[in-house]
Structure formats: C-alpha cells, structure tokens
C-alpha cells in the first residue's frame, strides 16, 4: 500500500517556490475522510483560561475552526498564543466556558477520549520537546510508531520527510547535537508525519531563515490541502502576509479574526 506520507512530499514538490500549483489530481483523500458533513474541528463557546489564581490570560473566546481551514494566530508577546494552543493540544483545559474539538466537549470527555483526539493532532512546541535519547529518525517516526505503523515499511516515507526539511544527512543524530534550527525542523517534520487532522505550530520559523521559512510553510500548506486544519502561531507578519490565510489576533485575551491578507488590501 502506498504510503499516506507520499503525497505529502510529493505535494510540496510541486506546490515548489510558486506554492499555487494545481495538486487536485494528485492528492489523495485523506484516511478519515468522508462525505458526510463534519462538525467543527474547533469550536470555543465564551472560554476563559486562567493559571492559578491569576487574571484571565485569555477572556470569553468565541470562536469557530471549520474542517481543512488554515489560520495564522498572532498577537504580542504575552498575549496568549502558546496558552490558547496548548487548550487545543488538550495540555490544559478552559477555567470557564466550553471547547469543543472534532465536536468532543473537552470537559465531558473520559482519558481514552482525550488520548484519541490527542493522537488526531500533530503539535510543533514553540520549545520542540524532542526526545534527547533517539535519533532524528527515531523522533521523527514516533508518531507512526504510536499508530501502529510498522517503522521498517515507514522509513522510506519518513526518510523522504526528513530529506525536504533538510535533515537528510543528519538522521541518526541526537537531538542536542542540532542547532535551533535543526531541531525546529525535526518538530515540524515529526508534527506532520503521520498526517494529523489538526496541525498546531507555535512559532514553527522562529529559528531558521527566510527562505527556509517559506518551505516549512509548504509543508503546512501541503497537510492543509489534504485536509488537515492548520493553526499556525507567528511572530513572522511577512510569511502571514505572503501565504494570505486568515488570521486569529490575540491581544489582551481576546481574539479577533481577520480575513487573509491580500484579500485585506482589495
Ligand atoms: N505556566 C504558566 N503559569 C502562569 N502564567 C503563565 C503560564 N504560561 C503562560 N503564562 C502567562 O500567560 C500569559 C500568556 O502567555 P503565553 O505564553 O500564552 O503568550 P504568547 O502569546 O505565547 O507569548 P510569546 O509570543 O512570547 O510566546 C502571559 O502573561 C504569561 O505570563
Ligand atoms: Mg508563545
């Protein structure tokens, strides 16, 4: 059986520097896809987080992500990006209100239900969290590994990731032998891997360059067009501005959405 991991590489290939190719011949569906009309993968319902006895960090957000939509989430720093990401990675819950993801109210939902939703998303950590005793290899495979998937039949496909994040010739390195750089890339590429159908980065270009920036963002861009919904928190305005999707503003707790850049400027 063809690898789900092919097209994804193979999808960046052509979406290349232009990034608007069209790909619909060559996608195929996605494993859990169906025809019938899907809940929201996100949805926020007047949801307050507060640490401890601390103020609110984030204050009666309403707020709806539909399936395969791609949002850019930005905001000063302080403002609540990584806080609000780690309520969708299920790592806190709200101190108030309702969230829902892929239609699962967070709060009613027993450990194996938060263990399932959980293994449906894929998270870049703004600090990678890599596992310092595995090789990038091993890093990288681990959510296959936690699906099920035989490692030797994936390795090829994984191989192939790694290669178009540039980390081809550093496979059975450790992670604290990688720069910044390297290790942010190896988190992208074991975020994407096993084709999440929710993808959070935080800050995912904070450690590489420009050009680099944008290739990554292809990834995204390639899982999105598969589709995956994408929420990507970013410092970086000029990669929000060339890719042209939405945006989630955070400032002070609260959350304005605003229509994808060029789209601003007609
Ligand atoms: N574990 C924590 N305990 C207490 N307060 C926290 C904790 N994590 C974050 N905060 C506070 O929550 C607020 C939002 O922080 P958060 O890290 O979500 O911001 P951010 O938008 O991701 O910032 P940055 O752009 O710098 O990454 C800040 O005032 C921060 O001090
Ligand atoms: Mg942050």
Not at 46 to 57: F, M, N, S, T
Not at 156 to 164: Q, Y
Request: glycine residues 8%.
């Amino acid at each position: 059986m063809a690898s789900a991991l092919q097209p994804l590489v193979s999808t960046c290939i052509l979406l290349g520097p232009a990034g608007h190719a069209n790909l619909g011949p060559v996608l195929m569906p996605h494993p859990e896809s169906s025809p019938s009309p899907a809940p929201p993968v996100v949805e926020f319902e007047h949801v307050g987080l507060r640490y401890g006895v601390g103020p609110e960090v984030l204050r009666d957000l309403k707020l709806t992500l539909p399936p395969s939509s791609f949002h850019f989430l930005t905001g000063p720093s302080g403002a609540g990006k990584s806080s609000l990401l780690s309520l969708l990675y299920l790592s806190r819950m709200p101190s108030r209100g309702r969230l829902s993801i892929f239609g699962e109210d967070v709060a009613k939902a027993d450990r194996r239900t938060l263990t399932l939703l959980r293994r449906r998303i894929g998270v870049v950590f703004q600090d990678f969290r890599l596992f310092d005793h595995l090789s990038v290899v091993d890093n990288a495979s681990l959510p296959l590994r936690i699906a099920g998937r035989d490692p030797q039949e994936s390795r090829t496909n994984v191989v192939e990731l790694l290669d178009w994040v540039g980390l081809g010739g550093l496979l059975d390195a450790r992670p604290p032998t990688l720069s910044g750089g390297q290790k942010q890339r190896l988190a992208i590429a074991r975020a994407v891997v096993a084709r999440p159908k929710l993808l959070l980065a935080d800050e995912p270009t904070g450690n590489v360059d420009d050009q680099l920036a944008v290739r990554l963002l292809y990834l995204f861009e390639a899982l999105h067009r598969m589709g995956t919904t994408v929420v990507i928190a970013t410092h970086n305005m000029s990669l929000v501005e060339r890719f042209a999707y939405p945006e989630l503003r955070l400032d002070d707790g609260q959350i304005t959405r605003l229509p994808a850049k060029a789209a601003r400027l007609l």
